[in-house]
């Protein structure tokens, strides 16, 4: 699991006094020096405590409390229904939760939206880009909604970090599933947001450009953003996941690493069977494709 701690060094109101001895002997208080004390703080990224949402008479998030640490990668698991992406509203300030409180970034969604959406970037369950533009005007755009310098520049170095150069000028409607992903992973990126929420990333897409998906995903975590994913693919969560978390009915029943959840179980009994392939499997290896672990 990916952890991250500031060392902070903190002035303490009450000063100590410098002695300085004259040459009689004599004390006198030269100055107040401050005692530097040194604080470890441990850094979280998203902070949830006892959010509560209802449309009309339907109880969607009943009292859901977690933390996500920076610099990793946190998967909300849960079944149609179950409110992630209520809750990945709220989070983003799309949506107003009835109570509790939710902090991103240091920031209240209720009180401080602006500040958290600066601090932000969200990524739907459908690419959201401009089939009309290139994949480098689509870049280019976004980098100039956020008022950046050089977004050419900006835009060219995201095309090259996501392999997407080599189609940067063909229309974003000529793209694959896979290469439009990517695209709007990109677009995500442009400003570089220190929190990117993923709502079912990889919905639609075939395996192979699951993977790629997957192994971008695993490099931003890697560079130091922090990643808020939601899936209904266990596997998914199961090979990128340092926290997970699942929802159900409005409620977190679970949540902890994938070992800590494993411990939940009673230990597996040990029997020896013959392993076939899966249909996955049987794809990747026909088409040439290592699977991704």
Same mark, same amino acid.
């Given at each position: 699991? %990916?952890?991250?701690?500031?060392?902070?060094? @903190?002035?303490?109101?009450?000063?100590?006094?410098?002695?300085?001895?004259?040459?009689?002997?004599?004390? @006198?208080? =030269?100055?107040?020096?401050?005692?530097?004390?040194?604080k470890i703080v441990q850094?979280?990224?998203?902070?949830?405590?006892?959010i509560q949402k209802s449309y009309k008479n339907l109880d969607v998030l009943k009292g859901v409390n977690f933390a996500v640490e920076q610099g990793s990668i946190?998967? @909300?698991?849960? *079944?149609?229904?179950?409110g992630k992406t209520t809750l990945v509203k709220i989070l983003t300030t799309l949506l107003k939760q009835d109570s509790g409180t939710a902090i991103v970034n240091g920031f209240d969604v209720a009180s401080e939206p602006a500040r958290v959406r600066q601090?932000? *970037?969200?990524?739907?369950?459908?690419?959201? =880009?401009d089939e009309m533009l290139t994949g480098r005007e689509n870049l280019i755009l976004i980098a100039r909604l956020r008022h950046l310098k050089q977004p050419r520049q900006v835009a060219d170095e995201l095309l090259a970090r996501?392999?997407?150069?080599?189609?940067?000028?063909? %229309?974003? *409607?000529?793209?694959?599933?896979?290469?439009?992903r990517r695209l709007d992973l990109a677009m995500s990126?442009?400003?570089t947001? +220190?929190?990117?929420? @993923?709502?079912? +990333?990889t919905t639609g897409l075939d395996p192979e450009a699951r993977m790629e998906v997957w192994k971008e995903v695993k490099t931003l975590a890697d560079g130091g953003t922090t990643v808020f994913l939601t899936t209904q693919y266990l596997e998914e969560a199961e090979q990128l996941a340092d926290h997970i978390a699942i929802l159900h009915e409005g409620k977190i029943?679970?949540?902890?690493?994938?070992m800590e959840l494993k411990k939940l179980f009673p230990p597996a009994q040990v029997e020896y069977v013959e392993k076939q392939p899966t249909l996955e499997e049987i794809f990747l290896a026909i088409i040439g494709k290592k699977e991704y672990r």
């Amino acid at each position: 699991m %990916r952890r991250e701690h500031h060392r902070t060094l @903190l002035a303490t109101e009450s000063e100590e006094q410098v002695m300085q001895t004259k040459g009689n002997g004599q004390q @006198l208080s =030269v100055s107040k020096m401050p005692v530097l004390k040194e604080k470890i703080v441990q850094s979280t990224a998203i902070q949830v405590t006892d959010i509560q949402k209802s449309y009309k008479n339907l109880d969607v998030l009943k009292g859901v409390n977690f933390a996500v640490e920076q610099g990793s990668i946190f998967a @909300l698991l849960g *079944s149609n229904g179950a409110g992630k992406t209520t809750l990945v509203k709220i989070l983003t300030t799309l949506l107003k939760q009835d109570s509790g409180t939710a902090i991103v970034n240091g920031f209240d969604v209720a009180s401080e939206p602006a500040r958290v959406r600066q601090s932000i *970037s969200l990524t739907g369950q459908f690419a959201a =880009v401009d089939e009309m533009l290139t994949g480098r005007e689509n870049l280019i755009l976004i980098a100039r909604l956020r008022h950046l310098k050089q977004p050419r520049q900006v835009a060219d170095e995201l095309l090259a970090r996501f392999g997407l150069t080599d189609a940067a000028n063909r %229309r974003a *409607s000529t793209y694959s599933g896979g290469m439009r992903r990517r695209l709007d992973l990109a677009m995500s990126l442009v400003g570089t947001p +220190p929190i990117l929420f @993923l709502d079912e +990333p990889t919905t639609g897409l075939d395996p192979e450009a699951r993977m790629e998906v997957w192994k971008e995903v695993k490099t931003l975590a890697d560079g130091g953003t922090t990643v808020f994913l939601t899936t209904q693919y266990l596997e998914e969560a199961e090979q990128l996941a340092d926290h997970i978390a699942i929802l159900h009915e409005g409620k977190i029943l679970a949540s902890g690493t994938l070992m800590e959840l494993k411990k939940l179980f009673p230990p597996a009994q040990v029997e020896y069977v013959e392993k076939q392939p899966t249909l996955e499997e049987i794809f990747l290896a026909i088409i040439g494709k290592k699977e991704y672990r």
